[in-house]
């Protein structure tokens, strides 16, 4: 049982500041902040969930039916994540390579303290057992004292590594390029990881930077214990609303200029690219068949294809796809049966993650997962984990990683410099 309670705050700007500053005493912590980008799948510019009550951590066996049984049990909000590595309790498949962050694979936590951001307004929604907290937590949040920061020891002179050199980048990509012209897939997302080892950031202020310079609609900032994630991603993976699905995938990247003019031309380039078009219909078509697994006969409908959107460093190419689910549907059975997101896998699906397991050098984790939410009512929202920063506290250890979709057209050099493109602002970021 949770109570709620109002306010209006004038400063939302500073507001949120101090509040995710309030949230970093806590040991598990998830904000997700839409950064004034509003669409019709929104339902708040923020939400911060901190204090556990009740969690599950586990690793991949079984972990969607533990998951489902947590959350049929807590029949309350959970917020928590979904690693990329959960691949392998929907399908046959495993994961090998190297792991330096550690992370569980799934993680949710049901929170004493729930706090929502809509405009100028503030609800808290507190269980029972710390309603008495709302008003000296408001109070403290909102007033004009400065919250004591705890001082971090942080590593100057970041030393970002390469988990693979260019070279073999390309030499990994001409093989997928050989996988395809056998047929024997026709998409897949390949990544690599830039890291950094006996390392110390200040992850609050970290995010803020990057937050700062991305201003992503679906960013967010997580705490597990030591393990935190500071993400700008600019995609959904999956919402539901009601008996309605909604998935954004993102396939198409391009450069912003500093001119306006060619800013547009930029934009028009990128619409127009039969490469990068081709890329996110793949990836449409895939979301459609997972989509279609758990819907009602008929519903699944493109709402909007290869649409182009503007974010503070790049523009993207994204496409929205919509199903409807009968009433009784499990939320946990409607994410399982899409995961992992298809705009990091590849088509067809399985046969993709097979030869991505093989060709990357490194566990994804995390990385191209989903951190979100579940309501009392069995609604979801998640976003995707890419333009992140991954930090495993005791460690030490920090890492980002980017990909890009190799098909039959893809030449190595240009997906090279995408994947820059793409790492640019966590690299600014950390070597600030």
């Known amino acids: 049982m949770r109570i709620s309670a109002s306010f209006t705050v004038s400063d939302i700007g500073k507001f949120k500041e101090k509040l995710l500053l309030w949230a970093q005493q806590f040991e598990e912590i998830v904000w997700l902040d839409g950064n004034g980008h509003t669409s019709k799948y929104s339902s708040f510019d923020a939400l911060l969930a901190v204090d556990a009550l009740t969690t599950i951590k586990t690793d991949s066996y079984q972990a969607f039916e533990k998951l489902r049984e947590f959350q049929g049990q ?24 190297h792991d330096g962050l550690g992370f569980a694979e799934l993680f949710f936590f049901q929170p004493k303290k729930i706090i929502k951001i809509t405009g100028n307004t503030v609800v808290f929604q507190y269980l029972m057992m710390v309603d008495d907290e709302v008003q000296p937590d408001f109070d403290l949040i909102s ?5 004591k920061e705890e001082k971090v020891t942080v590593t100057e002179n970041i030393k970002i590594k390469l988990r693979v050199f260019k070279d073999e980048y390309f030499r990994q990509v001409r093989t997928m390029l050989s996988h395809i012209h056998r047929g024997d897939i026709y998409e897949a997302n390949f990544c690599q ?29 997580l705490r597990v214990y030591d393990n935190y994630l500071l993400s700008a991603s600019p995609e959904r993976y999956l919402r539901k609303e009601g008996g309605k699905l909604i998935s954004q995938p993102i396939k198409g990247t391009a450069k912003r200029a500093s001119q306006i003019e060619e800013d547009e031309k ?3 380039a990128l ?14 078509d895939l979301v ?9 006969k008929g519903s699944v409908i493109v709402e909007e294809l290869c649409e182009v959107y503007t974010f503070e460093q790049v523009h993207q190419m ?19 049966q899409s995961f992992p997101m298809g705009s990091m896998t590849g088509a067809p699906k399985v046969s993709a993650m097979k030869i991505i397991e093989e060709l990357e050098a490194f566990k994804r984790g995390l990385y191209s997962g989903a951190v979100g939410y579940f309501t009392p009512e069995g609604d979801f929202d998640f976003n995707v984990v890419i333009r992140s920063i991954l930090y495993n506290k005791t460690k030490r250890y920090v890492s980002y990683s980017v990909g890009g979709a190799i098909t039959a057209k893809a030449i190595p050099e240009k997906e090279y410099e995408e994947c820059l493109l793409k790492a640019k602002a966590m690299r600014e970021v950390l070597e600030e």
């Open 266 to 268: 930029l934009i028009a």
């Open 271 to 284: 619409k127009a690219d039969p490469k990068e078009r081709a890329e996110n219909i793949m990836i449409v």
């Open 143 to 147: 007033s004009e004292a400065d919250l």
């Open 318 to 336: 994204i496409s929205t796809v919509v199903a409807k689910v009968a009433p009784n549907t499990n939320p946990v059975d409607v994410i399982r």
């Open 288 to 296: 459609r068949n997972d989509l279609s697994k758990g819907a009602l």
């Open 193 to 221: 990881e830039f890291y950094a080892e006996d390392t110390q950031i200040n992850p609050f202020k970290t995010y803020q930077k990057l937050n700062k310079i991305s201003e992503a609609p679906f960013a967010s900032f």
């Open 74 to 97: 807590a029949k309350d909000y959970i917020f928590g994540y979904l690693s990329y590595d959960l691949k392998n309790d929907v399908e046959r498949l495993s994961s090998k390579n």
